[in-house]
């Protein structure tokens, strides 16, 4: 049985929505194709009637930078992030995030929006725009609106968008000031499978002294069954000194808040416990030494 029977290569997202209100739901949007492609050929998704690709839609594969605002289309991919030095320097967590994804083959075809429209809690795209507070553009049941990065999350795999309806546009986030910084870590297992054990991404603003935390959000996933922010743990961090013993402490504060399952694919609780300790200490300190000096130089992986 083929797995979809047309495929669509509209150049405007009203006629992406046409084709995808023809087809009453039994059509769906792709993009890169890394993650949909393999659902289908391995039936963890139904075949459908029609593939909707939206990759030849112009202007949906464009980065700016305008008033301290990055917005970026939902076809940007994560070889463009990783290759665009405002971003690099001023939001250095996605830059980070997006240069582990996969390979090669994978950075170059696979986009941010088909990262967070397939809503895995452990999308390394999603886990940065967390910390960074994106909001994010949807056409949803036909009305065009920003929702936060955190309501685009109903459970594994499950977004708020239904993509054989919804279409989402692209992503808002600020650019880092001065002041600011921002890391991104992950633990994989060495023979480098999809699935990461762990990943962190955290933003830090300092105070003018360069020596309190003013303000911080992290993400560390996946922990739950969408990605989360561990409140307490920032708020152990947010107006304490920028040092070791801050750290040490919202460390002991996000063991106790933070409660990663065994997974066969993953790793064990205990083991994942472990490393969220580990993934705390070495990016805490990474993003705050950002925000200190003002240097960004990302750290791309392979
Ligand atoms: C070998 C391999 C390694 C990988 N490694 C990683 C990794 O390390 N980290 C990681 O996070 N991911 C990884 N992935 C997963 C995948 O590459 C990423 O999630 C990628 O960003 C998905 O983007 P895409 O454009 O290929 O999405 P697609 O496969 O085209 O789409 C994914 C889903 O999103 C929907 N969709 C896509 N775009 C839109 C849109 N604009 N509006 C509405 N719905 C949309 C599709 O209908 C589909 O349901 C890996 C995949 C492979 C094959």
Redesign the pocket.
């Known amino acids: 049985m083929a797995l979809w029977n047309r495929y669509f290569t509209p150049t405007s997202v009203d006629d992406a929505l046409a084709i995808l209100t023809e087809y009453a739901g039994d059509a ?12 289908l050929q391995h039936g963890n ?1 139904p075949p459908v009637a029609a593939l909707v690709d ?1 990759t030849r839609i112009p202007g ?1 594969d464009t980065i700016t930078l305008n008033d301290n605002t990055f917005t970026l289309g ?2 940007v ?2 070889a463009n992030i990783v290759n665009h030095p405002d971003l690099r320097a001023r939001a250095t967590c996605l830059a980070e ?1 997006c240069g ?4 090669p083959q ?1 950075r170059n ?7 967070v ?2 809503a ?1 809690p ?5 886990t940065s725009l967390v910390a960074l507070d994106a909001r994010v553009e ?1 056409i949803k049941d036909g009305v065009r609106q920003w929702v936060h990065i955190l309501d685009m999350y109903r459970g594994p795999g499950q ?1 708020l ?1 239904d ?2 309806r ?4 692209g992503f808002e986030f600020a650019a880092g000031v001065e002041g600011q910084g921002s890391a991104f870590n992950r633990i ?1 297992r060495p023979q480098g499978v ?1 699935l ?1 054990i762990l990943g962190c991404a955290v933003w830090v603003q300092l105070a003018d002294d360069r020596k309190t935390i003013a303000d911080v959000r992290l993400c560390v996933g996946p922990v739950a069954k969408t990605p989360t922010r561990p409140r307490e743990t920032e708020a152990a961090l947010i107006g304490s000194p920028a040092n070791d013993g801050t750290i040490r402490r919202a460390v002991s504060v996000a063991l106790d808040e933070l409660h990663p399952r065994t997974s066969k694919y993953r790793a064990t609780k205990e083991y994942r416990q472990m490393m969220i300790d580990v993934l705390l200490r070495r990016t805490l300190p990474k993003a705050i030494e950002r925000a200190k000096t003002g240097v960004a130089v990302p750290e791309l992986g392979a």
């Open positions: 769906k949007i792709v993009a890169g194709g890394t993650d949909l492609i393999l659902d998704h939206i949906m939902a076809n991919t994560h995030s582990v994804v996969g390979g994978v075809v696979g986009t941010l929006g088909g990262n429209a397939h895995l452990a999308g390394d795209g999603t949807i977004s968008l993509s054989g919804d279409i989402l546009l994989m999809a990461p």
